[in-house]
T-cell receptor
Framework: EAQVTQNPRYLITVTGKKLTVTCSQN?????MSWYRQDPGLGLRQIYY???????DKGDVPEGYKVSRKEKRNFPLILESPSPNQTSLYFC?????????????????FGAGSRLTVL | AQTVTQSQPEMSVQEAETVTLSCTYD???????LFWYKQPPSRQMILVIR??????QNATENRFSVNFQKAAKSFSLKISDSQLGDAAMYFC???????????FGKGTRLHILP
């Protein structure tokens, strides 16, 4: 089944304790991205990646890191989490708009990860 | 900078009626895509409809259709024959072709009244 898998689904942690949210896709998509969803703010893009070793900042990258060492994986790293990073996080992937699969740039989302930082 | 505005935080519609959700965006780009995604209470994000900016024809998917006005930078979603399963948060999204940066609106919560 074509899917985006992110883990953990739920996590409660404390301020300053490094954590990683993993994201993996099995569709050979070039494009992967991370979003946070907060009430009244919609989804905001944190980072995105057009391909292996290529990453770009979205609108809210502060406090986050990402890496794209393999095409299928795109982990989100919070080096020193703070309470304002408490949020619902989504990973998503798709074909790149500029690829020969131009018409296939619809995002496939993971199920979401609820993160609470105390 | 690109922005996406959904001016209706919440809407209600009677079952079987028609409802239109509004979305406006701001961009200086000519090549982009627009999307409507639905988020039901399960939190799963689901594509509703997709529009390519270079196509003048409005996209349709069964009961869902859009009114794409490129000059006005407007991209509204019309849901016909509303069903209880349409109750969800709806997000409008803009995707820039040059670098695939994506911007979402803040969402419209749609209630379906039986």
């Amino acid at each position: 089944e074509a899917q985006v898998t992110q883990n953990p689904r739920y996590l409660i942690t404390v301020t300053g304790k490094k954590l990683t949210v993993t994201c993996s896709q099995n569709m050979n998509h070039e494009y992967m991205s991370w979003y946070r969803q907060d009430p009244g703010l919609g989804l905001r893009q944190i980072y995105y990646s057009m391909n292996v070793e290529v990453t770009d900042k979205g609108d809210v990258p502060e406090g986050y890191k990402v890496s794209r060492k393999e095409k299928r994986n795109f982990p989100l790293i919070l080096e020193s989490p703070s309470p304002n990073q408490t949020s619902l996080y989504f990973c998503a992937s798709s074909r790149a708009s500029g690829s020969r699969f131009r018409g296939a740039n619809v995002l496939t989302f993971g199920a979401g990860s609820r993160l609470t930082v105390l | 900078a690109q922005t996406v505005t959904q001016s209706q935080p919440e809407m209600s519609v009677q079952e079987a009626e028609t409802v239109t959700l509004s979305c406006t965006y701001d961009t200086s780009e000519s090549d982009y895509y627009l999307f409507w995604y639905k988020q039901p209470p399960s939190r799963q994000m689901i594509l509703v409809i997709r529009q390519e900016a270079y196509k003048q024809q409005n996209a349709t998917e069964n009961r869902f259709s859009v009114n794409f006005q490129k000059a006005a930078k407007s991209f509204s979603l019309k849901i016909s024959d509303s069903q209880l399963g349409d109750a969800a948060m709806y997000f409008c999204a803009y995707r820039r072709s040059a670098d695939d940066k994506i911007i979402f609106g803040k969402g419209t919560r749609l209630h379906i009244l039986p």
